[in-house]
């Protein structure tokens, strides 16, 4: 396998930060630290280096990304890797930016490493294989070391283990594996629930995020002069389901025109949703997205209109990224229209 | 969702059947739906036992976006 290497000014031998608004600069072999990358690894070829001041990549981004990929487009590569980027914050925002750009455009394995308080792990997680690092270049062998392991394993495709194991940052994508000893789940729940009773430590399979709560937004002042919005989780779509949310892990959510309509008819709206029989939404699809109870208040004037738009996707197996992808993304929608409030049905 | 959307100021209430579960995730308003398949329906009712649930408890949680509450709360329904 071909590898490319992005490396900031100071790793690139430019110079320090008195070199970091340093132009993109394409050398036609690995120089610096991507000979010690190319060593590490016996079935992948670093083929070229690329290095860009650490100004540059983050106050020009668009400019530098053109540049860069203008140069990759005329390269052969199987994976790409940037950093390590130790603590240095605009190196791993920039090591970021090209990772999730690279990633984007030609669908390969990025890899970067970077220490867990650095800026650019929490924004590009999700983007690539983050791997954990120390927090000086006194660590280059080691995070060098790892990256290194890691493409090897992609290179002779040897089984992939979750993301703790291998040593990145979680992703947010969910994977089944099957038990390495065949032990089968009603028998590894009851193992943990007698070390839960017993006291004794016990790892739970499915990791729940940390929750961040958020204060209450305040309540709306004049529920009669309000513009309510309904949101869904429930997977209710037109029959046809145009925009082809998924059933189950959802990637994208839907916007559907409800102007003029006093309920969801049956046959003109489904549910799409996995998680459960969905029968008994198919046939009434106001038992998911209540339009008819909706339209009954705000004929009464109880509120001032229902938003001529409803929006949904399905809710099981979404990743909680995802959801709060779809939430920002909709949110930033409901604020330009001016909604006041939104009734959200879950599933 | 229901958290990114009430972050940018605007109120949600959270219709779910998994009351714990929303309240673990930090939802703010909440109205308990009848359950997972049919939040806000029930094929064993008439029609107008239905809808009869229905409106009353779309009614509970439009009257929760027009309270002030300063912790997580659940707005109990009738039927």
Redesign the interface.
């Known amino acids: 396998m071909k590898a490319i290497h992005y490396i900031n000014q100071f790793f690139g031998q430019v110079g320090g930060e008195d070199a970091a608004d340093c132009k993109p600069i394409f050398h036609d072999k690995p120089i610096g630290c991507s000979m010690m990358l190319n060593g590490l690894m016996p079935d992948v070829e670093v083929t070229n280096t690329m290095v860009v001041g650490d100004n540059y990549i983050t106050n020009h981004t668009e400019e530098a990304l053109k540049e860069i990929m203008a140069w990759l487009d005329t390269k052969q590569f199987d994976i790409f890797f940037a950093g390590p980027a130790f603590m240095a914050g605009r190196y791993g925002v920039g090591c970021g930016i090209v990772c999730r750009a690279v990633a984007e455009r030609y669908q390969v394995p990025v890899i970067t490493s970077m220490n867990e308080e650095n800026p650019g792990v929490e924004e590009y997680k999700q983007s690539c294989y983050i791997f954990k690092g120390g927090r000086k270049a006194t660590f280059m062998k080691d995070d060098m070391g790892q990256m290194a392991k890691f493409a090897e394993k992609l290179a002779t495709k040897a089984v992939l283990q979750p993301a703790p194991e291998e040593g990145y940052f979680p992703r947010g994508i969910r994977y089944e594996l099957p038990q390495k000893d065949g032990i089968m789940a009603a028998d590894r729940v009851m193992d943990m629930l007698l070390k839960k009773i017993g006291g004794e430590p016990y790892q739970t399979e499915l990791v729940i995020p940390q929750t961040d709560l958020i204060p209450p937004a305040p309540a709306v002042k004049d529920l009669s002069k309000c513009t309510i919005a309904l949101v869904s989780s429930s997977g209710v779509v037109p029959s046809d389901n145009p925009d082809r949310i998924q059933s189950a892990s959802a990637q994208k959510w839907g916007k559907y025109n409800i102007a003029g309509k006093n309920c969801l008819p049956s046959g003109e709206f489904k549910t799409i949703h996995a998680g459960f029989d969905p029968e008994a939404m198919c046939a009434v699809p106001d038992r998911g997205i209540p339009v008819d109870a909706m339209r009954a208040y705000e004929k009464e004037g109880k509120f001032a209109k229902l938003f001529d738009y409803y929006y949904v996707t399905v809710g099981t197996g979404t990743t909680q990224n995802f959801a709060k992808k779809f939430g920002r993304e909709i949110a930033d929608e409901l604020k330009q229209a001016k909604v006041d409030a939104v009734v959200l049905t879950s599933t | 969702?229901?958290?990114?959307?009430?972050?940018?100021?605007?109120?949600?209430?959270?219709?779910?059947?998994?009351i714990d579960v929303?309240k673990?995730?930090?939802s703010?308003?909440m109205v308990p739906?009848v359950s997972?398949?049919?939040?806000?329906?029930d094929?064993t009712l008439t029609k107008e036992e239905?809808?009869a649930l229905?409106?009353h408890r779309?009614?509970v949680?439009?009257?929760a976006?027009?309270?002030?509450?300063?912790?997580?709360k659940v707005f109990p329904v009738k039927i």
Request: include cysteine.
């Open positions: 969702m229901a958290k990114e959307i009430e972050r940018s100021g605007i109120p949600v209430v959270v219709m779910c059947n998994l929303a673990t995730v930090g703010n308003r739906t997972v398949p049919y939040p806000l329906g094929p239905e809808w229905r409106y779309v009614g949680a439009l009257d976006l027009a309270t002030d509450i300063s912790e997580p």
